[in-house]
């Protein structure tokens, strides 16, 4: 895939992901594709602003099969959401037949290494990949379609993706994760560069204006991308997460990077040879960098303050990431 449709969907996500604010208008329509749009908006100078009540009532890792969430997946989800495989399956027999006729999805999160994921796939397994953007469908239905089932699908829109999948053609999901507020950061050091307002910024003045992130992932995994979200959002990102995406982190990159390519290695590595250590060095090397804001401060106060729920589900991620550890993943001695 062409560089230029990479920067299509990192642009695509990253501006969505800019104008996330309470007062947005309610969604309507679609694409030329048929495919739901994310809309965002702002509420002034001052930025989003989210009421946010206690977090003591959302699916915790112990409870997060509790009948109530359930209905929130239920509510919140599309049907599509029941083609993507359940992590559970991948080690039944059932499961491993399945497996093989299932496309990937990688759910790029802007500025959370989703450049090394796609260097991992392309470079050390020979991977074709299409990302998922409104003038790339016809690509990413190919990929689906493949009778070897051999591509990947790469997107920052989890429940527009869903709208591709039907009977015929399940998925199986897998992310790479940041630190929401590092995240948040990086996200500012790049528009900096090359934004027309952003470039204007401090990066105190970024974190009060419209354009400072408001709980992108919580958004777009609950399918909440306008709007106030709340508790029951958050309910619902956790328990997407749990039952269907394999995690990696940016902080623990090569052992994620690993645990990736094994999980995915009867697809990837039928033979068993491995990636190497060489250019598994060499992608972790050209990983995102770490940003240079410090914790702490006016500015990282003010973000945190504006993705309390990303915090929480960032935290609950580092939980599943280490029970995925000891449950889907044997560590050579």
């Known amino acids: 895939l062409s560089e230029k449709a990479l920067n299509s969907l990192r642009g695509k996500a990253s501006s969505a992901g800019d104008m996330m604010g309470m007062a947005a208008a309610p969604a309507t329509g679609g694409n030329a594709a048929g495919l739901p749009k994310p809309v965002g908006a702002s509420q002034g100078d001052m930025g989003p602003v989210d009421a946010l009540p206690g977090l003591g009532g959302g699916a915790g890792f ?17 049907f599509q959401y029941d083609y993507v495989a359940d992590l559970s399956s991948r080690y039944t027999k059932a499961g491993v037949e399945a497996f093989m006729k299932e496309t990937p999805i990688f759910w790029h999160v802007p500025r959370s290494g989703g450049r090394m994921i796609i260097d991992l796939m392309s470079r050390c397994y020979s991977i074709k990949y299409s990302v998922v953007v409104d003038d790339n469908l016809d690509d990413a239905r190919t990929t689906l379609q493949d009778q070897n089932h051999e591509g990947v699908l790469v997107s920052s829109f989890v429940h527009e993706t869903m709208y591709l999948l039907d009977s015929d053609h399940y998925a199986r999901m897998f992310t790479f994760l940041r630190h929401p507020i590092e995240r948040a950061a990086s996200v500012y050091e790049n528009h900096h560069k090359s934004h027309d307002q952003i470039s204007k910024m401090s990066f105190e003045e970024y974190a009060k204006s419209k354009y400072a992130e408001n709980n992108w992932m919580v958004r777009y995994l609950s399918g909440k991308t306008s709007g106030e979200v709340t508790n029951d959002h958050l309910s619902v990102a956790k328990e997407v997460l ?10 623990k990159r090569e052992e994620s990077a690993k645990r990736i390519g094994q999980f ?19 992608v972790i090397n050209d990983a995102e960098p770490k940003s240079t804001i410090k914790e702490g401060n006016q500015a990282w106060n003010l973000l945190v303050w504006q993705n309390k729920l990303d915090m929480k589900l960032y935290e609950y991620a580092q939980q599943l990431f280490a029970q995925q550890g000891e449950d889907l993943f044997i560590k050579k001695a």
């Open 264 to 282: 995915f290695a009867p697809k990837w590595d039928p033979n068993g040879e491995g990636m190497g250590e060489g250019c598994l060095s060499m």
């Open 62 to 78: 112990a409870d997060a099969v509790d009948p109530g969430v359930k209905a929130l997946v239920t509510e919140y989800m599309p």
């Open 242 to 251: 749990r039952r269907k995406f394999v995690i990696g982190l940016l902080d």
